[in-house]
């Protein structure tokens, strides 16, 4: 009986003296702040920057120094978050003078890419009524707009 009273004390104190000593650890990873890209093209310091996790296509310019005088910003969405390791392409006014663009070209402008007629200009207009493009590689959602004919498009065609 003295025994099993002993062992019982015994194994109250250790539980006692034990007891709430322990906390879980919470193993989550904490969220990165720093992120790196790359700016290429049309501004003055081009490179790889780090960055905020949360900073702008806008943050990374002003980082690179601006932009130069010829840049052509005005398919680029400036408030558009930076991915990580991504890398931004910063087109000159010359380069773009000749795109089209899909998000506002008439028929006529887009009957004049490559393989595209009347009723697969019909088929883009009523897509981006719908819903704009956000990505080049979009258009491909369009009926008839494959992998292959993308290829033969893309370097005709811009936001």
Same mark, same amino acid.
């Given at each position: 009986m003295k025994r099993t009273l002993l062992f019982l004390l015994f194994v109250f104190c250790? /539980?006692?003296?034990?007891? @709430?000593r322990y906390q879980p650890v919470n193993l989550s990873l904490v969220a990165p702040t720093i992120k790196k890209a790359e700016i290429k093209g049309e501004v003055n310091k081009p490179g790889i920057y780090s960055i905020k996790w949360e900073a702008t296509i806008q943050d990374l310019i002003e980082e690179a120094g601006?932009?130069?005088?010829?840049?052509? =910003?005005? @398919?680029?969405?400036?408030?558009? @978050? =930076?991915?990580?390791?991504?890398?931004?392409m910063i087109p000159s006014s010359k380069e773009t003078a000749h795109l089209i663009s899909i998000n506002s070209a008439?028929?006529?402008?887009? /009957?004049?890419l490559h393989r595209i007629g009347p009723a697969m200009a019909d088929r883009i207009i009523a897509?981006?009524?719908e819903k704009p493009f956000s990505t080049l590689e979009e258009i491909m959602n369009v009926k008839g707009i494959g992998p292959k004919l993308f290829e033969a498009i893309k370097d005709q065609i811009s936001l």
């Open positions: 250790l /539980c006692f003296a034990y007891w @709430n601006g932009l130069t005088k010829a840049a052509d =910003v005005q @398919n680029l969405t400036l408030l558009e @978050n =930076v991915e990580p390791d991504s890398t931004i008439s028929k006529e402008e887009l /009957c004049r897509y981006r009524q």
